[in-house]
């Protein structure tokens, strides 16, 4: 129901009261026209008034007559554009009662062109993924003609499944006869407190790393390997987690053929002249746990797998054994080492120092016969890095680094730092990045899998392809 109300007077005599004889004023009527059939989509404004003017013909109030007249079907589609007529007037703003100015009528229009162009690109987003999804299952039903046409490359047989087993004709082809790392090229990494791996030395070895560390402590004549007391067991002991698998692991790669009779083969089948070297860190004091470990290494000695200094030269094998920690230096020094039981050699050496470091001075004895590692805490010796700067060191810290690397290498000696930060992981990654820059021989690592799976000597940025430029 569309409903204009238009306010009229009407005489209505009234009774007059006692002390006046003035007439009353006129009272208000709003003239309707019968109400028309309602439509079906009408006005919020038209829709306010029906309600108004029902409720007021329902309730009867004042005397007001109330009438119904038919608005016209022009005036209604102006009234769903916010416009409505006054009186049977000219259209005007539904808010402000003026009639509407160009600009609005132009606002309007933008708005519906607008909406048409919002529809538009709906429409073309829609069309243009159709088409694209079109295109993927194309290219699919293409591969699945084409293998039904000329076979598959893959499939579910394996010609392989039983290479190797009992009547086949290949039981004895299902091996690689030095494989136990031919896939694994060696990286210059120390794996640092090794025997926490899940499973110590195998895990460094397939990472890569070329040297390890075991913590040993003397317990009743045996060395038992553990960062503290809290975590030694009886049977973790030194031969057990890296003698004995070194022995196993060397044999297989020097097995005994018509063909081959040597012992020269590392770890390592991609690089077999690449040395292993194993860093024994004594805690407990050391004359009397140094000897022990002298002679628990027999086992590598007597096949000729220890790396020594014999007439002022070093003689490299497949492990090279080092001590640090409470290992005295004058027992490095003083000979003689153990001579295998089946050979008149005696080595001058076949166990070597992990000199400090920060004290390669001119006077320091440390050198390639006596010593392998230049060690030293990169936390004490250097210090703090720029954390807020990503890890950069300062120009002081980075001449310390090259005079520290450059000191070991005079003296023939494998630059090493330990207690390098671990967190956060980019200031650990730039300092491992800063120190591989600088020729660091050996990156002292905890996290294996984020040391070896990157190439720590590529330029990584274009800052730094920029400053190589220039």
Known sequence: ME?????????????????????????????????????????????????????????????????????????????????????????????????????????????????????GLQLRVTVLGTALLAFILLLNLSDAIKDSIIGSRHNDYDPFVNWGQPNTGTEHLSWYPTDFL??????????????????????????????????????????????????????????SLYVNPLVTILERQNPKTPFYNGTLNGVFDVDPDQTLVLLVDLKTPGHATWPHVLRQLDPLREKGWLSFHQDGKFHKRPITVVGTGNTPFELILTPPYPSPSNSTFEPQRDAFFDAPLDKLSPE????????????????????????????????????????????????????????????????????????????????????????TREDWRKIRTWKRIWERMW
């Open 3 to 119: 409903i204009v109300g238009e306010e009229t007077t009407v005489e209505t005599p009234r009774p007059s009261p006692p002390s006046s004889s003035s007439t009353p004023p006129p009272t208000p009527i709003f003239v309707l026209g019968n109400e028309p059939q309602q439509p079906q989509h009408r006005g919020f404004f038209s829709r306010i008034r029906s309600s108004v003017m029902a409720s007021l013909e329902k309730r009867k109030l004042g005397g007001v007559a109330v009438e119904y007249t038919e608005i016209p079907s022009n005036e209604l589609e102006q009234e769903e554009q916010g416009v409505e007529t006054v009186n049977g007037g000219g259209p005007c703003c539904s808010k402000c009662g003026q009639p509407p100015s160009s600009q609005e009528k132009n606002s309007r229009a933008k708005r519906k062109r607008g909406l048409w162009k919002s529809w």
């Open 182 to 239: 031919r896939d694994v090229p060696p990286i210059p990494c120390h794996s640092h407190n090794d025997y926490w791996r899940r499973v110590p030395l195998f895990d460094a070895l397939y990472a890569g790393c070329t040297g390890v560390e075991a913590d040993v402590w003397l317990f009743n004549n045996d060395l038992l390997v553990g960062h503290d007391l809290a975590s030694l067991q009886v049977n973790r002991t030194f031969q």
């Open 364 to 451: 320091s004895p440390y050198n390639s016969s006596n010593s392998y590692y230049a060690s030293v805490s990169f936390f004490r010796s250097i210090g703090i890095t720029q954390w807020w700067k990503g890890g950069e060191p300062t120009a002081g810290q980075l001449a310390k680094i090259r005079s520290h690397i450059a000191s070991a290498h005079e003296r023939g000696l494998v630059a090493r730092y330990w207690e390098l930060p671990a967190w956060p992981i980019h200031v650990r990654n730039k300092i491992w990045e800063v120190l591989v820059g600088e020729g660091m021989d050996m990156l002292n690592v905890d996290d294996l899998q984020g040391a």
